[in-house]
């Protein structure tokens, strides 16, 4: 491998119990390989943003491809680093699941207000493994990968950190840890960068925290800076 794979990960458990007490330490304990390297925030209370662009500006003397992902994913294929690579040899950004479309108003990439209501399966692409464990539970299959997207989800974002300091894109830290993913994806759709979802299968252990009175507050600040 001539890339460095670089997970940015934040934790809330310390960096001793990460490789034993979450799904992705656990995964990154089996897969050892020398070109794989990890930012470990450990015992985390900082906004996912804020950590984010910290990782992106140490790779500017230093690039890598880098998986912005959460701690609470188990990776079961052993190929994910060709997928990665497979996947960013036609997106600039990859992710597991995404919309094909954006509307106004739409504050998450699977619905289409902020009342929970799904959109259309044909808008839909990606496969996301579900469960506390391996194997997955259930495997929610929104619709075929390597579709092109308007909205990525969070949770495993993939991207050559040469790509983000050419454009200049970042996230933006005043979305924490709710819609940090729906903003930076349209800051990437305003400066041209093309997203699409990719074949690698992992279990979330998380069905994720929408609709809560922190998501609607960043809702609200949303809103405010995108205006729709």
């Not at 934790?11 to 490789?19: D, G, H, I, N, Q």
């Not at 990154?28 to 390297?37: D, K, M």
């Not at 996912?48 to 992106?56: A, D, F």
């Not at 094909?100 to 108003?105: A, Q």
């Amino acid at each position: 491998m001539e890339k460095k794979f670089r997970f940015v990960v934040a934790t809330r458990v310390s960096k001793e119990l990460f490789a034993t007490h979450t799904a992705l330490g656990k995964s990154l304990f089996i897969y050892r390989y020398p070109f794989v390297e990890v930012d470990l925030y450990d015992t985390n209370s900082r906004g996912l943003p804020e950590i984010y662009n910290e990782s992106i500006e140490r790779a500017k003397d230093d690039p890598a491809i880098l998986i912005f992902a959460h701690d609470d994913i188990y990776l079961t294929d052993f190929f994910w680093p060709d997928r990665i690579l497979n996947g960013l040899s036609l997106f600039e950004i990859c992710g597991l699941a995404g919309n094909k479309r954006r509307l106004p108003g739409q504050p998450a990439w699977a619905f289409v207000n902020d009342k929970g209501k799904w959109d259309q399966s044909e808008n839909l692409t990606g496969v996301v493994g579900g469960g506390l464990g391996f194997p997955s539970v259930n495997i929610s299959y929104f619709g075929p990968p390597f579709q092109e997207a308007k909205l990525l989800d969070g949770v495993l974002l993939a991207v050559l950190s040469e790509m983000l300091h050419a454009k200049g894109l970042r996230f933006d830290p005043r979305f924490n840890f709710h819609l940090y993913d729906s903003d930076f994806c349209r800051s990437a759709e305003q400066l041209g960068i093309k997203m699409g979802t990719i074949d690698l299968s992992l279990v979330h252990q998380s069905s994720g925290a929408y609709f809560t009175e922190s998501w609607y507050k960043n809702f609200d600040k949303y809103l405010e800076k995108w205006g729709e």
